[in-house]
């Protein structure tokens, strides 16, 4: 398969290089340092997930060198997808897919809007991985898992041949048809872990070992589960405890993608996560006051900060 992946970060470097290493033809749309780094030298995956070293990877600022392609992955921050759904022109073919990664419940829509239901596919990418520096992605978590659906509800072949694509390339993937589920399951995940993991500025271990963090964690959970099932969202009864499940085995030092960018400074997706589950649960009449903390402590760090200007662990 011709793919290419816009945002050659934690999540877009990971399944590129693995679908490189499998035999496909993948070309990264990144930019700065990274991009030198990744022309130069290559793209090093290391970590819990298994080690990669690609010495040769074709990475271009410029999307129209790539040309159509047959799956395009969308794997920049939800603040970047707009500006990054603007130049996949020339990536598009009549029967290209474009897969989104971002989290939160939005991307595979908005996008969908420009671009045409049948061409999108949602992903909720089960990953903790980052760019450790310029050409390296460290992954923390040990099973990586993509679960996708299309936005349109109809499985194409094209759809088909991905999900066997990206499980004969070493990472997990399941399909469903209903696009809201798969989106809202990663967020009840995640909306809690990286709120509560932003507030205590601890990994999952040091959360599972305070009862105190521990319960504000599940709680966060079911909060946005009921909000979602207020939606209308058909997530399933076992949906909270298939979350707490996921941390009950997440390896102890594993840390949330926002930790990581609170730490260094840079903006914050949590208006798409906590801010999400707060938005809907008061239009919809459902109470959701852990998201609503989370929200309230993490507001001044939305924007990002300079690293000299952020608060120590407790004190903001
Ligand atoms: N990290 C994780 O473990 C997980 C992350 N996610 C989600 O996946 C999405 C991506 O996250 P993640 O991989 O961590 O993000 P990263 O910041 O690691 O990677 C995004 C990369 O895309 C680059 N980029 C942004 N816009 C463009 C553009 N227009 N053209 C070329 N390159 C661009 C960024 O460059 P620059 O740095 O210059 O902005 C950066 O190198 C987020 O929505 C996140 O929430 C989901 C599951 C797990
Ligand atoms: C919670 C986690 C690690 C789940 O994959 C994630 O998506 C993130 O940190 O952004």
């Not at 040309?67 to 020339?90: N, Q, S, T, Y």
């Not at 599972?208 to 009921?226: H, I, K």
């Not at 900060?305 to 662990?313: E, F, M, Q």
Request: net charge negative; charged share 20%.
């Amino acid at each position: 398969m011709k793919i290419a992946v816009i945002g050659a970060g934690g999540v877009g470097g990971y399944f590129g290089a693995r679908l490189m290493d499998a035999g496909h033809e993948v070309f990264f749309v990144a930019r700065g340092g990274h991009l030198e780094a990744l022309r130069s030298h290559g793209l090093v995956v290391e970590g819990a997930a298994g080690d990669l070293a690609l010495r040769r990877v074709n990475a271009t600022r410029d999307p129209s060198a790539i040309g159509p392609c047959d799956i395009v992955v969308l794997a920049v921050r939800c603040f970047g997808d707009e500006a990054a759904a603007a130049v996949i022109g020339p990536l598009l073919g009549p029967d290209t897919l474009v897969l989104t990664l971002q989290n939160g419940i939005d991307a595979p829509h908005r996008l969908a809007r420009r671009l045409g239901a049948r061409r999108v596919l949602g992903g909720g990418a089960y990953i903790a991985a980052r760019i450790a520096g310029p050409g390296l992605i460290h992954v923390a978590s040990p099973r990586v898992v993509l679960e996708l659906a299309p936005v349109s509800g109809v499985l194409t072949p094209l759809a088909a041949e991905f999900v066997d694509v990206g499980n004969a390339a070493g990472f997990e993937v399941t399909v469903g048809t209903n696009v809201d589920v798969v989106l809202w399951r990663k967020l009840c995940l995640t909306s809690a872990f990286t709120g509560i993991s932003c507030l205590y500025r601890a990994d999952i271990g040091a959360l599972r070992d305070d009862p105190v963090s521990f319960g504000l964690l599940a709680a966060a959970v079911a909060e946005a589960v009921a909000v979602g099932r207020a939606a209308g969202v058909a997530l399933g009864e076992g949906a909270e405890a298939a979350a707490m499940e996921a941390f009950a085995i997440m390896p102890a030092d594993l840390r949330s993608s926002m930790l990581d960018d609170l730490e260094h400074g840079r903006p914050l997706e949590v208006m798409v996560l906590s801010g999400t589950v707060v938005r809907l649960a008061a239009a919809l009449g459902v109470a959701a006051p852990v998201h609503a903390s989370i929200v309230d402590r993490l507001e001044g760090h939305i924007r990002g900060k300079p690293l000299a200007l952020l608060a120590p662990a407790g004190q903001d």
